[in-house]
């Protein structure tokens, strides 16, 4: 037994590339979040593996599973002598640690010179098949055409194969999860198969990434014993020897009662993975498959599981205890609405749009909508689209079109205790969340097959968005970005059309004010309307009462032969204070209007209360982050729209070509990036005071040596 690595010829294409970068630098994009990974990516890993056919029935996918013999997970730690972890080291190894790109690659050499014994961190499951396949044939496929788990898990790293629509993760790099959740990225992997297969494997690896000394090294070296692939080239085997497989069960302590599953030995397990860590992250990432019976898991001596989640919630996460009681009442309601199909049904006419709109539902549909939703109750709709798959005949590549679907359930719920999750079959895609701390619980479920594995395709390699950078689904489909967004964004767009519906007001409404009064624009000395063919008389309700505090200005600017612009918040607190008073002053001028209606009123309470709030620095998250998207123009062509888009050859405004063009750039306040895509600018937001400014020479007419007359176009988006 030892540990192996590969060394490639010469002509072999090295891969400079870490595959493994995107997923591992999701720990840094969230300070306030302990990332672990061992859980997270274990835990579907194990569901995958079950041994039941079916957990979840994609036509009652939020009923609980009734099945006794759902996966079981158990993370535990056990401590060995330092002489015994030494049998699975060597020399080659130590020396392979030193030139690595292991974070500290000098932590094993002093732990093992100033303690006497190796703490191991164990994630067993049992009630799975265990890892299937087998060492040899040395490829993806067995000799009767399956899946060779075996080998994917421990030498397809980072290259995507298909499980199956039934299955979490597609791309493969959730596997490495085991070796980058110990500080010398170091694990090892005993399996026992189901009965039908009575095999058992051992056999570790560590990712060692680039080596310096030796750059055509593999970066990756397995521990086994000497093996021969079909193709003649040794290789490392696992161990298979009954009486060396029992004296590594007794070394670990693992597999006690001897049923089919998987056990993951990780030696000096990361600081971040404490008990309490992996089952505060466990129950937020997995709450709802736990909650509907999909597995259960052990941590330490806790038991989260359906029958006992809640009581774990309020021992573990007290704060947050009420607020799951309500998140799992919602779930149950949202799996009554599925069974007995009570979804509400929007016709989608416009040819896969990016988002739906209240005309896409029918008025009696709508205002059953709003009525449920200002009742604190659940509702779901069911959202229709059309994905296009491209279809390679041999001969050509053909268009099939399918018709398919999407549920989304919310509920109104008190502010700060918003959930809400995104399932993509068994997976719950955690990075698409918009709820979290708001006044809503949401689920947006995908279940339909031709749905889930559209969306499976789009996932990254961390299961948390839908990302179309993938060649695999690129190459797959066509016309899919609007699909995405549909989807992704479903429940906070269903929120926000239910709330545009109580003001009877458009999201894109202007913010400029208008005359108060119960006059509008076009009567400005706000006398009363002429009645209408019915009879009745027209009330004008003011739109910038309902719209959101106006944010910026933007005026054009320039200096040293350089033309552009800046864009500067406003007073935040003063727009706010100039909303409250005009709704106020509203009240005042039509207190005696017969047409001012208690409706009217409470919507207009509702807005001044939305304003008070936002002046206290209060519910901010309504508004940011947002987006600004700001496009400049020459105004050659005159004052049509048409000038807003590049239309020079030469890219005369293209800011993004800073090999032809001068463009300095200025940032301060709550601006998190800034993106330049040709005369097109977007602001990144994250809170009310910020300043950008931009001074280009692309507005520089070459021919002539005179400025074009700079046009600007801005509109901010809140993008959650």
């Keep these: 037994m030892k540990w192996y690595r590969a060394n490639f010829s010469d002509d072999t294409t090295q891969q400079k590339v870490d595959i493994f970068s995107y997923f591992f630098n999701q720990k840094n994009l969230d300070p306030d979040e302990t990332v672990t990974p061992l859980s997270d990516e274990g835990i579907q890993n194990s569901r995958d593996a079950s041994i039941l056919k079916e957990i979840i029935n994609s036509n009652n996918s939020l009923q609980a599973a009734n099945q006794e013999n759902v996966p079981l997970i158990e993370i535990t730690r056990k401590k060995i002598k330092k002489e015994i972890f030494e049998k699975f080291i060597t020399e080659d190894y130590k020396k392979w640690i030193k030139d690595s790109q292991v974070k500290d690659k000098y932590y094993l050499e002093k732990y093992l010179e100033n303690n006497k014994e190796v703490e191991f961190l164990i994630f067993e499951d049992f009630n799975t098949t265990g890892v299937k396949g087998g060492p040899s044939p040395h490829k993806i496929k067995m000799n009767d055409g399956s899946r060779n788990d075996f080998y994917i898990f421990l030498w397809h790293v980072g290259s995507p194969d298909n499980k199956g629509n039934d299955k979490g993760g597609s791309v493969g790099v959730g596997r490495l999860t085991f070796s980058f959740s110990s500080k010398i990225n170091t694990f090892f992997m005993y399996t026992k198969q189901s009965e039908d297969e009575k095999k058992s494997f051992f056999i570790g690896m560590v990712n060692l990434g680039q080596s310096s000394n030796n750059t055509s090294y593999d970066p990756i070296a397995r521990f086994g014993v000497e093996g021969t692939s079909e193709q003649g080239r040794t290789v490392p085997f696992p161990i298979q020897s009954e009486k060396d497989l029992e004296s590594i069960k007794k070394i670990f302590e693992i597999r006690k009662n001897d049923v089919a599953g998987t056990s993951m030995i990780v030696p000096f397990p990361e600081d971040d993975l404490t008990d309490e860590n992996l089952i505060k992250n466990t129950i937020n990432r997995y709450r709802v498959g736990l909650y509907l019976n999909h597995f259960k898991i052990k941590i330490g001596n806790v038991l989260i599981s359906r029958e006992t989640i809640k009581d774990v919630i309020k021992q573990n996460m007290p704060k947050s205890y009420d607020s799951y009681l309500e998140y799992f009442d919602f779930i149950d309601s949202a799996a009554k609405i599925e069974k007995e199909n009570l979804f509400f049904k929007p016709t989608i006419e416009e040819n896969n749009p990016s988002s739906f709109k209240i005309k896409d539902f029918k008025e009696a549909d709508f205002e059953k909508i709003r009525e449920l939703y200002n009742n604190n109750e659940v509702l779901g709709v069911r959202i229709p689209f059309r994905i296009q798959e491209r279809i390679d005949t041999g001969s050509s590549i053909e268009i099939e079109d399918h018709n398919t679907y999407s549920d989304v359930f919310i509920k109104k719920t008190q502010q700060g205790s918003g959930m809400d999750d995104v399932l993509r079959g068994p997976m719950p895609?955690?990075?698409?969340?918009?709820?979290?701390?708001?006044?809503?619980?949401?689920?947006?479920?995908?279940?339909?097959?031709?749905?889930?594995?559209?969306?499976?395709?789009?996932?990254?390699?961390?299961?948390?968005?839908?990302?179309?950078?993938?060649?695999?689904?690129?190459?797959?489909?066509?016309?899919?970005?609007?699909?995405?967004?549909?989807?992704?964004?479903?429940?906070?767009?269903?929120?926000?059309?239910?709330?545009?519906?109580?003001?009877?007001?458009?999201?894109?409404?202007?913010?400029?004010?208008?005359?108060?009064?119960?006059?509008?624009?076009?009567?400005?000395?706000g006398e009363k309307e002429k009645k209408n063919n019915s009879g009745k008389s027209n009330f004008t309700l003011p739109v910038a009462l309902f719209a959101n505090p106006k944010s910026f200005n933007i005026k054009k600017i320039s200096k040293n032969n350089l033309v552009g612009f800046k864009i500067d918040s406003l007073n935040f607190e003063e727009e706010c204070k100039k909303t409250i008073i005009n709704i106020e002053n509203f009240f005042i001028n039509n207190s005696d209007n017969k047409d001012f209606t208690k409706k009217i009123q409470k919507q207009l309470e509702l807005q001044k209360e939305k304003n008070i709030k936002w002046l206290n620095k209060e519910n901010l998250k309504e508004l940011f982050p947002c987006k600004i998207y700001i496009t400049c123009a020459d105004d050659l062509e005159g004052l049509d729209d048409s000038s807003f888009g590049l239309h020079d050859d030469d890219f005369d405004f293209d800011f993004s070509n800073n090999l032809r063009h001068e463009v300095f750039q200025e940032k301060n306040g709550d601006i998190l990036d800034v993106e330049l895509n040709g005369n097109k600018i977007i602001l990144s937001i994250s809170g009310p005071e910020y300043s950008y400014s931009l001074l280009t020479d692309a507005f520089n007419i070459s021919s002539t040596e005179d400025k074009s007359d700079l046009r600007l176009k801005a509109e901010m988006r809140n993008y959650k």
């Design 429 to 525: 895609v955690s990075g698409l969340r918009k709820f979290a701390g708001g006044d809503c619980f949401g689920l947006i479920n995908i279940q339909d097959k031709i749905a889930a594995d559209f969306f499976r395709s789009a996932e990254t390699p961390n299961h948390k968005f839908f990302e179309n950078t993938n060649k695999e689904f690129i190459n797959k489909y066509q016309k899919f970005k609007h699909q995405i967004a549909l989807i992704s964004n479903s429940s906070s767009n269903l929120k926000r059309v239910i709330e545009e519906g109580d003001t009877n007001l458009d999201s894109d409404a202007t913010s400029e004010f208008f005359s108060f009064g119960v006059g509008d624009e076009n009567n400005k000395n």
